[in-house]
Nanobody, 123 residues
Framework: DVQLQAFGGGAVPTGGSLRLSCAIS?????????IGWFRQAPGKRHEKVSC????????SYADSVKGRFTISTDSAKNSVELQMDNLQPGDTGTYYC???????????????WGQGTQVTVSS
């Protein structure tokens, strides 16, 4: 079974940085998959924040985080990392990692989900 486990999150002031990590297990090194992060804030739509396609390294970012967030993979840890810089109060929410096996970033919908991790940015 594919399993995702998220780490990181926390509370920072505006302009601060956080790093999220999502470890994936149950996949083969030969599997192509898309993996990324969604977020949910009270009163806001569920939003795909960023994703990466493992086969070609292609990435995608929501307009709201472009230039501030960077997604990458760590093959040694079999994980995906999301570096979040210059955080703003609008980034506050619960962040979930998700993966689709046999898919690419643009089509990521969430076949598999990790547990949520809270990010709080104070003004």
């Amino acid at each position: 079974d594919v399993q995702l486990q998220a780490f990181g999150g926390g509370a920072v002031p505006t302009g601060g940085s956080l790093r999220l990590s999502c470890a994936i297990s149950g996949v083969s090194v030969f599997d192509e998959y898309a993996i990324g992060w969604f977020r949910q804030a009270p009163g806001k739509r569920h939003e795909k924040v960023s994703c990466i396609t493992t086969s070609n390294g292609g990435t995608s970012y929501a307009d709201s985080v472009k230039g501030r967030f960077t997604i990458s993979t760590d093959s040694a840890k079999n994980s995906v990392e999301l570096q979040m810089d210059n955080l703003q109060p609008g980034d506050t929410g619960t962040y979930y990692c998700a993966a689709d096996i046999g898919s690419k970033c643009w089509a990521l919908r969430g076949q598999h989900w990790g547990q949520g991790t809270q990010v709080t940015v104070s003004s």
